[in-house]
């Protein structure tokens, strides 16, 4: 059964809130503007009357020239179909304040203190009010329009000094420390004292649970695992709360590997920032290209030429492939099964690399999307060789893998009936992906909110019901099925053309306005939302990594469980700790 076309109901919050909502009426923009006031009555709504259960993005904009902030909401229903956007806006006064929605969707928690951290927007009634990329003793709010970066140049690329003449300087020659930081005024490094923390540890201590019924009464201990403990997958620290071996309380901490992508992305041109979205998965530049092309695509309003969307269907599917076969891998290695799994699922993912690099010249940042199609044709010799991966060797290899682990008697006792999430808390903390689908939600935006041209395609959306740690690794393997379903049709339907709708240019011209766009990367919702001005810049360029969100729930997974299934449970996001800093 092919996809059906999803009837999209429009919402009026209008009549619905008279006096209280009103349409946005800006040039470009869609959705509702709600008095501050009233937010909490209409978020209620919204989820309530009109079934939108899953708030995905919450994103901060500054409006400099208008003296405004702006906080956008992008709500979704599980059942699919498009979705409901509605924005905030408060003076740009100090203190900006905004009232959180974390009682109705527990999944603004990480974004809501995102914005407070580079927006300077305090979020009431949040209970956990923290910086969350930045350190504490960090100064000032770095994605406001006024505040500039110790190495700053100019407001946008490409700087003068650079282009035509090129004649640069080093950035770090005009700073006194001759280093990209700046001090707050009056600082006095005598009386500097190093923040300890205590904000993380009353934090954690505030969320820890009482002592375990039934058990013995001992002691807590806290203990940080990370910033640098091979299990955590990069840079990410986890404060655990520790009563004996049960997880009673747990934060984690991130901002290590952050490095302002947003704020580096509203510098850069359109087309300047394709490369730096392959740096954010860096296992999937793929599915990156693919999210932030559709965006600036819809802010464009122009077609991508037919050869190319199967082509970017091949791209994406081939990796949403060695992603999983990874995934299972590394799991492998995090249960202590060293070494050969992950080299075997290697073996694969080298084999696709081959394919990318053929196309594109790189192996991991492929930087092979344009606006309006992608920048090289697949040779024919490519071509042919996807055709036998597709039908005979990565299929074979599935199968090799599951013989060899499924029932392995160690893997099946650590991952069975250890729970993950149930369906009614996985949308509740905006969770994304195949840890979702595993808990019995059949949502995946390929078949949910089809983008590209996906609903062309026969295949199923993968889902298992029990939301235990086996089904969440069970359900790697049939998307890798689903998606080697969706690569042979791919590969007998492409047709022959040209690979580009539009001519190749070093500038895009885009007119002004707002979209999100977002895209099934292998992770879960990739989304990116761009504003522009008109101008060869993007006014606000914002990423909505599933990484990040879905990290919201990691507390919700561990509190209650053994401190030995915590590093399994992390596993189960598959996060990259490249797109979750940002």
């Known amino acids: 059964m092919m996809a059906t076309a999803l009837q999209t109901s429009t919402v009026d919050l209008v009549a619905r809130f008279p006096g209280i909502v009103s349409s946005d009426a800006r040039p470009g923009y869609t959705g509702f503007i709600v008095n501050k006031e009233n937010l909490v009555e209409v978020a209620t709504a919204v989820r309530d009357e009109f079934g939108f259960d899953l708030l995905t993005a919450v994103t ?13 909401y992008h709500a979704y229903k599980t059942t699919g179909g498009a979705g409901l956007v509605f924005k905030v806006q408060v003076e740009r006064v100090d203190p900006v304040e905004v009232p959180s929605l974390i009682n109705i969707w527990a999944g603004v928690d990480f ?30 709010h770095p994605l406001r329009k006024d505040w500039k970066e110790p190495f700053f140049e100019e407001e946008t690329k490409p700087f003068k000094s650079r282009w035509p003449e090129g004649k640069h300087t ?9 280093d990209n930081l700046n001090f707050p005024k009056d600082f006095d490094p005598e009386k500097y004292t190093v923040d300890k923390e205590e904000d993380l540890y009353a934090s954690l201590e505030r969320y820890s649970t009482k002592d375990v019924e039934g058990s013995m009464k001992t002691d807590h201990i806290v203990v940080n695992m990370g910033p640098h403990h091979p299990s955590t997958h990069g840079v990410l620290r986890v404060a655990v709360t520790l009563d004996g071996e049960t997880i009673i309380g747990l934060k984690p901490v991130m901002g290590y590997l952050h490095r302002n992508h947003d704020k580096i992305g509203e510098r850069n041109t359109y087309l300047q920032n394709i490369p730096f979205t392959d740096r954010l998965d860096y296992f999937n530049s793929m599915s990156n290209n693919f999210g932030y092309a559709i965006t600036v695509e819809k802010l464009m309003k122009i077609q991508v030429a037919e050869r190319a969307e199967y082509i970017r269907v091949i791209m994406a599917e081939l990796s949403r492939v060695q992603n999983h076969l990874i995934f299972i891998g590394m799991l492998m290695n995090d249960l202590g099964a060293m070494y050969t799994p992950s080299l075997y699922a290697f073996e694969e993912r080298e084999l696709i690399l081959d394919i990318f690099e053929a196309v594109s010249g790189a192996r991991m940042m492929c930087n092979y999307f344009r606006f309006g199609g992608v920048v090289r044709d697949i040779p024919d010799d490519v071509l042919h060789k996807i055709k036998g991966l597709v039908s005979e060797r990565l299929p074979a290899k599935a199968d090799e893998m599951e013989r060899f682990l499924n029932e392995n008697e160690v893997l099946v006792a650590r991952l069975k009936d250890i729970h993950v999430l149930n369906a009614e808390d996985a949308v509740r903390y905006s969770v994304t992906g195949p840890v979702l689908r595993a808990a019995g939600v059949p949502y995946d935006l390929r078949r949910a909110d089809p983008y590209s041209v996906y609903d062309r395609f026969d295949f199923d ?16 393997f049939d998307e890798i099925r689903q998606s080697l379903r969706i690569l042979e049709q791919a590969l007998k339907q492409i047709p022959q053309g040209p690979i580009n709708s539009q001519k190749p240019a ?9 979209a999100y766009g977002r895209v099934e990367s292998p992770k879960g919702e990739l989304g990116f939302y761009v504003v522009s001005n008109g101008k060869p810049n993007p006014y606000r360029y914002h990423v909505r990594p599933p990484s990040f969100v879905n990290l919201t729930a990691v507390e919700k997974m561990c509190v209650g469980t053994k401190i030995a299934d915590f590093v399994a449970l992390l596993a189960m996001l598959d996060i990259v700790m490249g797109e979750l800093d940002r």
Do not use: C
Request: without cysteine; glycine residues 10%; negative net charge.
């Open 506 to 514: 070093y500038q895009v011209r885009v007119p002004a306005g707002e």
């Open 111 to 140: 974004q809501e203190r995102e914005a407070w951290d580079l927006y300077g927007i305090k979020f009431t009634g949040h209970p956990d009010l923290r910086r969350i990329l930045m350190w504490e003793g960090f100064e000032g």
């Open 60 to 72: 901060g904009v500054d409006y400099i020239a208008e003296n405004k902030m702006e906080v956008v």
């Open 461 to 476: 959306v993968a889902v298992r019901h029990s939301g235990d740690m086996m089904d969440n690794y069970l359900i790697r």
């Open 170 to 178: 080093f950035a770090e020659q005009k700073n006194p420390f001759r």
